[in-house]
């Protein structure tokens, strides 16, 4: 079992930045994939970025250029560094992990708000 642990998330205006960490706990080394989802009011859970365990990176087009994953593995922790933050980046944002077994995890979430 992993327990994920989201921290980060807050208000910022359009134009700045955020960065969102996940700390993972528990039964790390099976973990093969690590990201970010987000869910906006009214739409469904979508995938923002995602990071294997040989560092291959993934992002939704909507965010490509602007936010970065990266992780840190001495500290079990994943990042989503965000810049040119934008009204509709408004949502609530997920950690989750996929592990080789195929099970998946998610965080409680943190929730990420951009004014105009």
């Known amino acids: 079992q992993v327990q994920l642990v989201e921290s980060g998330g807050g208000l910022v205006q359009a134009g700045g930045s955020l960065t969102l960490s996940c700390a993972a706990s528990g039964s790390i080394f099976s973990i093969n994939v690590m990201g970010w989802y987000r869910q906006a009011p009214g739409k469904q859970r979508a995938l923002v970025a995602s990071?294997?365990?040989?560092?291959?990176?993934n992002y939704a087009d909507s965010v490509k250029g602007r936010f970065a994953i990266s992780r840190d593995n001495a500290k079990n922790t994943v990042y989503l560094q965000m810049n040119s933050l934008k009204p509709e980046d408004t949502a609530v944002y997920y950690c989750?992990?996929?592990?080789?077994?195929?099970?998946?995890?998610w965080g409680p979430g943190t929730p990420v708000t951009v004014s105009s």
């Open positions: 990071i294997s365990d040989g560092d291959s990176t």
């Open positions: 989750f992990s996929v592990h080789k077994a195929g099970q998946v995890n």
